[in-house]
């Protein structure tokens, strides 16, 4: 009880923050309409407040017990994509009534504030339309350069592809995933790594998002481990089993050995790793061989560069979907979860890349974090 009250502590907080912003908008509104003798209104002002306030309330429920995913159909998607986006207008509504209901004389002060508080309310609304559009937009090819101390001549200049978070559904669909597959394929890979998060809920058409991803190409193979959202979904053993029927070898704390030429590449997978358990119990790296990790939780780094991976590939953060840079300094909510959020790290002469992948959730919004398809090159270091 108190590890689930612990982890929405934040949900908790801003569904609170929000319903007493709402509370005092809907009441001040109410008020205003009274004294002006229209009751009428003010009573709708009231009964609207009570039922939004209700309903805000109701969100760190339906978050914080994953109902969310288990509700059927594309609509309840979308409906929850509307309350983000009406929560985050209640949020810009009161501070714009908080200007606006300043006693200001000045009538041309008055008109700038009025302007600037019809600005604040449009801004979630302005995001939102800047964010969907970058989200459904054609996914970028990102192509890094991974330096590994030691690495083989055989395996100099080896390419990966990485798909990764494509939450499959309502927010991603058939036309998406095949862009993304063919342009995986475009940049000629010699492995192709899938690494969690197919689908979002257990609704979703897993076995279309499998079949789609059938068609990626690579003359080493096509791997992948499991995300959170196979858990949620209890979609585990299922997307084990259509992988393995269309090409696609889900790594569930097992490793693959690779040849090269005289080099060897030992591809080692894990299922997701809970937040802050005890991670990568049940993998090694392989003496004498480049260890790759595919790990969909990429907290797990500390401990995977401890453990003597060389590369660790990850996704899970979506770039934090939302995410502002500043000074190189990435800022989203991915940041409360893990240091490693978006790209290229290193430690110590081991690196984990962050892919922000492909797909989106909660929300078909993407700010400052593009759907991308990722091609790691291996360098000698
Ligand atoms: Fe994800």
Redesign the pocket.
Known sequence: MNEILRRNLPNILIALAAALVQWQLAARLARAADSAGRHGKARTWRALGFVLIAWTLLMPVVFGTGLQLQLPGNGAQWAMAATLLYLATAFAGGAAYFLTSRNVVNPSRRQALKAISGAIVALPAGFAAAGIIRAWSRPELREISIAIPGLPKDLQGLRIAQL??I?YGPFFSMRDLEWAVAMANEAKPNLTVVT??LI?RRSDNLEECVWILRGLKADAGVYGCH???EVYARAVNAATALGRAAGIQFLRSKSATLNFGSAKLALTGVDYQPQASRYLRTVRPQPGAVNILLS?NPDVFGRAALLGFDLTLA??T?GGQINVEILHEHLNVARFFTPWVYGLYRQGGRSIYVSG?L?T?GAPVRLGAPPEVTVVRLCAG
Do not use: I, P, R
């Open positions: 990764t978070d939450h969690g998060d979002t995300g959170n959202h969909h996704g899970h979506h992948g797909g959730v």
